[in-house]
């Protein structure tokens, strides 16, 4: 599995960018023709989620093309640092979920569809952006570096999750409200007894991810050598 992930850098990039285009552009066409049928804006918060999922890949896409000229490793840090404020907007897309229900004008199964395609977009998308990131750091340090980069990553946006779907927070308030945003953090920190609901699901979306992850490296490891 270390030689796939090392591998990643080298491969060419254009198809998968390719497919993840067609997969937005899929996304976003859902949502338009909805919007054009119905007249209402029902799901248009989709297209800015998914933009947001975006975010981190092309930043793990640029670390990829462009690591090996940064000679310092601390701006490779701060990239990751800022890579990791957005990533949990990957998987987040899949607590849309939440908004499904029937509603009159569209029939159930669309909306059903159209959600599950945002979010199957916005799982790859995370998923990509972390083996993008894994292989940056096992290039540039070691194999176990990547792995506890790509496995603490994975569980913090599981509580990443919980803060912007339960709590509202989102990536820019590092910025525009940190205080306000780390106190929240520090109380579930300190007062993990009285907080289970959000433990619960960090725990559950974190284990979700990880699991998801590594079968997706296995899918590749095994397919590769069928090759």
């Not at 080298?10 to 859902?30: A, D, G």
């Not at 933009?51 to 310092?72: D, E, G, N, Q, W």
């Not at 599950?116 to 993008?132: P, Q, V, Y």
């Not at 980069?149 to 509202?168: H, N, V």
Request: hydrophobic fraction near 55%.
């Amino acid at each position: 599995m270390f030689g796939i992930i090392t591998r990643l850098k080298e491969t060419n990039r254009l198809p998968i960018l390719l497919i993840f285009s067609l997969t937005t552009i899929l996304c976003v066409t859902l949502v338009a023709f909805r919007v054009q049928y119905t007249s209402r804006v029902t799901f248009v918060f989709l297209v800015w989620n998914i933009f947001l999922a975006l975010i981190p890949y092309m930043i793990s896409t640029l670390l990829v093309l462009y690591h090996h000229k940064v000679k310092r490793s601390f701006w490779l840090w701060i990239t990751f640092a800022v890579w990791l404020c957005f990533f949990p907007n990957a998987p987040y897309i899949l607590t849309d979920l939440f908004h499904l229900r029937p509603r009159t004008g569209v029939p159930y199964w669309y909306d059903l569809a159209l959600i599950l395609f945002f979010a199957w977009n916005g799982l790859m998308l995370g998923f990509a952006s972390m083996m993008d990131i894994q292989a940056v750091f096992t290039s540039r340090f070691h194999p176990v570096v990547g792995w506890i980069i790509s496995i603490g990553s994975l569980l913090l946006a599981g509580f990443g999750i919980y803060l912007g779907r339960y709590l509202r927070w989102n990536s820019w308030d590092v910025v525009s409200a940190p205080t306000e945003l780390l106190n929240d953090i520090t109380a579930r920190i300190l007062n993990p007894l009285a907080h289970p609901h959000t433990y619960g699901v960090t725990i559950l979306f974190s284990t979700f991810l990880l699991l998801g992850y590594i079968l997706l490296l296995q899918f590749s490891k095994v397919y590769t050598r069928r090759s």
